[in-house]
């Protein structure tokens, strides 16, 4: 069955960046797409941007264009999820996440990965 | 693009039927048939329950179902059980983009 897992907690200081892996598995790769989706303590979900690994282009939420990068690794099926000038406020959970486009749901998600950003 | 708007929480009892809405524009719910809903335990990662308004992925209970009328779509949760209590996010194509999406603002639903 379809695995995605994602790399462990980390705590980073405000202006820097972060980069958190999702290793998928079980099913074909380039086939789906890859979305990244965040959640902040006690708050809702939000869509930070995509990939299809087979065309390698990105698409992101008009909130964090120029400050994040999710790139894609076919040979390790791998997406990676990159933001840069972190602020407090980036603390969350973040979740990649297989993206079915043709029906606009995520159908099997990884296990989110815990970002702090602390002084 | 902003949230799509849901309560923040709804309630019933056992074996009751509950009904979560999910409240859009004529840029995202309203073109789209594309309306998916998430159910999220705490600590856990979110579950797919509808895609396309109102499909079942495999695996759902069809206790869950989905509609969607104008800029609006519905989650009913019929025959509520203790399980069923955790909070349910909506998301739409929003267009813009090949991937353009939007969440709503999360349901807490509670079992009483």
């Known amino acids: 069955q379809v695995q995605l897992v994602q790399s462990g907690a980390e705590v980073k200081k405000p202006g820097s960046s972060v980069k958190v892996s999702c290793k998928a598995s079980g099913g074909t790769f380039s086939s789906y797409a890859i979305s990244w989706v965040r959640q902040a303590p006690g708050q809702g979900l939000e869509w930070m941007g995509g990939?299809?690994?087979?065309?390698?282009?990105?698409n992101y939420a008009q909130k964090f264009q120029g400050r994040v990068t999710i790139t894609a690794d076919e040979s390790t099926s791998t997406a990676y999820m990159e933001l840069s000038s972190l602020r407090s406020e980036d603390t969350a959970f973040y979740y990649c996440?297989?993206?079915?486009?043709?029906?606009?749901?995520?159908?099997?998600w990884g296990q989110g990965t815990l970002v702090t950003v602390s002084s | 693009q902003s949230a799509l708007t849901q309560p923040a929480s709804v309630s019933g009892s056992p074996g009751q039927s509950i009904t979560i809405s999910c409240s859009g524009t004529s840029s995202d719910v309203g073109s789209y048939n594309l309306v998916s809903w998430y159910q999220q335990h705490p600590g856990k990662a979110p579950k797919l329950m509808i895609y396309?308004?109102?499909k079942r992925p495999s695996g759902v209970s069809n206790r869950f179902s989905g509609s969607k009328s104008g800029n609006t779509a519905s989650l009913t949760i019929s025959g509520l059980q203790a399980e069923d209590e955790a909070d349910y996010y909506c998301c739409s194509y929003a267009g813009s983009s090949t991937f353009g999406r939007v969440f709503g603002t999360g349901t807490k639903v509670t079992v009483l």
């Open positions: 396309e308004v109102s």
């Open positions: 990939i299809i690994p087979m065309f390698g282009t990105a």
């Open positions: 996440a297989r993206d079915t486009i043709a029906v606009a749901s995520f159908d099997h």
